[in-house]
């Protein structure tokens, strides 16, 4: 099954999925530039480890995260409350890259850090409240590849894979929140680490 299509700007493919609208730009960045702001981010970025509670069990998260945005706009998920500290001058370079394909102005941005492939995302949405309904979801990668995985709410059985490469973006829209739900799966494959920027706009 052709899950892609459409060649465009900067090699854009748009993946066929129903009720739901998901873009992927495989080269959005240079190598060159991904890798000064993979390094930049790597080492300036103050990560953080929270934990998070499972079926009123506790554990560490498994990645590094940190929240960047405008003032007062913190972010609620998993039980957790992070509260932003202010864009740095590499955040607002790319978030302005990533405003000017998305045609959306975005006021925080979640950064996650897989520091190899033991650290890991499970299935979920970006639905929360104050993300409003339909939120497009602007995701950047940074480091090493991983596999991630969309399915959809109604068919359990129907899932895609994509293989989101250094410099990427992966531009989430309309109802794929509400539709589907994707992760980030550990992987034996990958002993490097990732970093993966979320833009989001908090209402």
Do not use: C
């Not at 495989?26 to 930049?40: G, H, L, V």
């Not at 991630?148 to 293989?163: G, Q, V």
């Amino acid at each position: 099954m052709n899950l892609f299509s459409s060649e465009e700007h900067k090699n854009l493919i748009n993946l066929n999925l129903l009720g739901a609208d998901v873009t992927y730009y495989p080269n959005f960045f240079s190598k060159k530039i991904a890798d000064t702001y993979f390094e930049t981010l790597l080492i300036e970025t103050n990560w953080q480890q929270d934990d998070i509670t499972i079926f009123g069990k506790t554990y560490k998260q498994p990645r590094l995260t940190a929240l960047h945005g405008e003032e007062g706009k913190s972010y609620t998920y998993s039980g957790i409350t992070m509260r932003p500290l202010p864009f740095t001058s590499v955040l607002k370079e790319i978030k302005k890259e990533v405003e000017k394909i998305s045609e959306v102005n975005f006021n925080v941005v979640l950064l996650n850090l897989y520091r190899d492939g033991q650290d890991s995302n499970g299935w979920h949405s970006d639905d929360e409240k104050e993300l409003g309904k339909n939120p497009v979801i602007a995701s950047v990668s940074l480091g090493v590849e991983r596999t991630f995985h969309l399915k959809s709410k109604d068919d359990k059985e129907s899932k895609t894979s994509i293989i989101l490469q250094h410099g990427s973006l992966l531009l989430m829209r309309g109802g794929t929140q509400e539709n589907y739900k994707h992760q980030l799966p550990k992987t034996k494959k990958v002993d490097s680490p990732r970093i993966n920027l979320t833009f989001r706009t908090i209402k």
